[in-house]
Structure formats: C-alpha cells, structure tokens
C-alpha cells in the first residue's frame, strides 16, 4: 500500500473551513484515498473517499489533484465536535485492512 | 449514521474468565471486523468475517474466538483472560455494495483484566 504524509497538528476556528492535507506520492491507479476521524475515546469514523474525482457528502469534500499525489479534506464549517484525529490512508478496492499511522490533530477553536 | 452497537461498553475482569464481547449490526452488512486499539496507538485487525459460516484471522496475533452465525451478530470470545489482553476492542462491519474500505465503527468495548 502506498504510504502517506500528514502534517501532525492544526487548528482551525469555529465556523471556518478546514483544510487538511494528505500526500500519496507512491499511490497507483487502483487505490483509493480514504479519509477516517477519530474523537478521543471513540471508534473512528468513516468521513469520504474518492478514486480520482473530487467528493462530497454531508460530512465532508475531498479533492484529489490531478496527478493523484495528494488530496485535501475539506470540513466546511468546522465545529467544536470535529475536533478529533484524522487520518489518510490509500487502500485498493478490495483491501479491507485498515492502517491509520499519525494522522492530523484537528483542534478548532471557539 | 451506522446502526452497529457493542456491549459492554466498559468491562473489568479478573484473570482466568471467560469473556464474551458482543457486536450487532442493523445494516445488513455481510462484511465485519475485530479491531484491537491502545490509546493513541495502530488499529489492528485481529478477526474479520466474509459473512454467515465465515471467519478469518487478522494480521494480530489473538486468542480470542469469533463466530458468525447470524449476518447481524459477531460476538468475540476469550477463553481466559489475562492482563494482556487489556485494551480497547473496536467491531466494524462494511456493506457489500461499497468498496471494503468503507468501515463502519462501534463505539468499542475497553477491556481492563487484573
């Protein structure tokens, strides 16, 4: 699998966008770009994922660049109950092992 | 938002007893998973299920057992614990019309043995 890079903090204010960066210079044609949180304590949380194209559901959008070496998850209007770990990872269709590494502390502030 | 529930959220226990961890889910996913986490630590896999009558192990070593008889229910069995096995116990379950990865989460057991 191919690996990624994270920045290991960043913050981010009450009800402005969130912009978390992920790069996966190593990834090839069949991997996807999964983003997943986790808030202290709890079972991580499936946020998005995208092969190529860019994303977007209720939580999230996600923009991968065109030559698929990095992607950034995009928290709209960021709140106080997003602030949690995030974590990129790349996983073929079929793989279903998921392996988290550092990932980003999101802390947002009031 | 994912219908998977686990009980006990908290359980502690002395060492020797036999535990069973449980893990329901109301999607009708065929796909579900053992997870096991230390604070601030990996994700490891340690059993997964294609579906009814289907079991695996994961890349972590485990004692424990796992059954699937039911597609909804996938409960973790412990023989007999010990103080290793203390740590947080996370189930996951996927649907079969979404690629593997799409891992849906309970909110996890924490196991503490004595």
């Given at each position: 699998?191919?690996?990624?890079?994270?920045p290991p903090s960043?913050d981010c204010a009450?009800?402005?966008?969130a912009?978390?960066p992920c790069?996966?210079?190593t990834i090839?044609?069949n991997e996807?770009?999964?983003?997943?949180r986790?808030i202290?304590s709890?079972?991580?949380?499936?946020?998005?994922?995208?092969?190529k194209?860019?994303e977007?559901?209720e939580m999230?959008s996600?923009?991968i660049t065109e030559?698929?070496?990095?992607?950034?998850?995009?928290?709209p209007?960021?709140?106080l109950?997003d602030t949690a770990v995030?974590y990129?990872?790349?996983?073929i269709s079929n793989?279903?092992?998921?392996?988290?590494g550092?990932?980003t502390?999101?802390t947002?502030?009031? | 938002e994912a219908d998977i529930y686990q009980?006990?959220?908290?359980l502690?226990?002395?060492?020797?007893?036999?535990?069973?961890l449980?893990?329901?889910?109301?999607?009708?996913?065929?796909k579900m998973?053992?997870y096991?986490?230390?604070?601030?630590?990996?994700?490891h896999l340690i059993?997964y299920?294609?579906?009814?009558?289907?079991?695996?192990?994961g890349?972590?070593?485990s004692?424990?057992?796992?059954?699937?008889i039911?597609t909804?229910?996938?409960?973790l069995?412990?023989?007999?614990?010990?103080?290793s096995?203390?740590?947080?116990y996370?189930c996951?379950s996927?649907s079969p019309?979404?690629?593997w990865?799409?891992?849906y989460?309970?909110?996890?057991?924490?196991?503490l043995?004595?």
């Amino acid at each position: 699998d191919a690996k990624t890079t994270q920045p290991p903090s960043m913050d981010c204010a009450e009800g402005r966008a969130a912009n978390l960066p992920c790069n996966h210079s190593t990834i090839s044609g069949n991997e996807y770009v999964y983003w997943y949180r986790q808030i202290h304590s709890q079972g991580p949380q499936y946020i998005i994922h995208g092969l190529k194209n860019n994303e977007t559901n209720e939580m999230a959008s996600l923009i991968i660049t065109e030559d698929r070496k990095s992607s950034t998850l995009i928290l709209p209007h960021a709140t106080l109950r997003d602030t949690a770990v995030y974590y990129c990872i790349v996983l073929i269709s079929n793989d279903y092992k998921l392996s988290f590494g550092a990932g980003t502390t999101v802390t947002v502030r009031a | 938002e994912a219908d998977i529930y686990q009980t006990p959220r908290y359980l502690v226990i002395g060492t020797g007893k036999k535990i069973t961890l449980e893990c329901s889910q109301t999607m009708g996913h065929d796909k579900m998973y053992w997870y096991q986490q230390d604070p601030g630590m990996e994700l490891h896999l340690i059993h997964y299920s294609y579906g009814v009558n289907s079991t695996e192990k994961g890349d972590l070593s485990s004692e424990s057992t796992v059954s699937r008889i039911r597609t909804e229910h996938f409960p973790l069995t412990l023989e007999s614990a010990r103080p290793s096995h203390t740590s947080q116990y996370l189930c996951a379950s996927s649907s079969p019309g979404q690629a593997w990865g799409t891992q849906y989460f309970g909110p996890g057991t924490r196991l503490l043995v004595l």
